[in-house]
């Protein structure tokens, strides 16, 4: 599991924590089918977000039978949604934010393409308070529930936010 995670972010250029951290905190890194929202595979990816990161038709089925597709899409989405709002995938301080845009979702309205920009990232204080503490749970290698999610939640938003005035002084890219 952790090779093929791991193959599948440098493959992608991003970071293997990040994507592990993505796929702890969408479905314990176990593979399922198709969820009530229609996700699927380990990395819950909507085959409709597969498709576009693809370039070719993707199914739920694909999706929840060929993990390393779905760890290269995950590790593909974070690096696309860095690239495109000025973040840098293998920055640890940016993981919030991907993470943030990763639960999202492509077409959800937080992340968008448009003629100017491959994506646009509107910040979203509706966001699902849950996932965001899980994946910085997942990144500091703390797999269960031991840590209180707001806690985590504010510490998430506040590396965000250090990560945002180290990137507009040009310290953090």
């Given amino acids: 599991m952790r090779r093929m995670i791991s ?6 250029n991003a970071l293997a924590r990040s994507v592990a951290a993505i796929g702890w905190s969408e ?3 176990q593979n399922v089918g198709a969820n009530a929202a229609g996700a699927s595979g380990m990395f ?3 085959p409709s977000t597969a498709t576009w990161l693809e370039g070719r038709a993707v199914t ?4 929840a039978n060929d993990t390393a597709l ?3 899409l995950c ?5 696309r949604a ?3 709002t000025g973040y840098d995938a293998k920055e640890p301080l940016h993981l919030p934010i991907l993470a943030s845009a990763y639960n999202a979702g492509y077409g959800k309205g937080k ?7 491959p994506f646009r990232m509107v910040y979203d204080k509706g966001t699902d308070g849950g996932y965001l503490p899980r994946v910085m749970r997942a990144w500091n290698g703390q797999f269960s529930a031991g840590i209180d999610d707001k806690v985590l939640l504010v510490v998430g938003v506040c590396v965000a936010a250090v990560a945002g005035v180290l990137i507009a002084r040009g310290r953090a890219r």
């Fill in 70 to 72: 779905s760890a290269r």
């Fill in 111 to 117: 992340i968008r393409e448009s003629s100017s920009t």
């Fill in 60 to 63: 739920a089925a694909e999706l």
């Fill in 82 to 84: 860095a690239k495109a």
């Fill in 27 to 29: 479905t314990r890194l």
């Fill in 75 to 79: 590790a593909r989405f974070l690096v």
């Fill in 7 to 12: 193959d599948a972010a440098q493959r992608e």
């Fill in 44 to 46: 819950g990816i909507l």
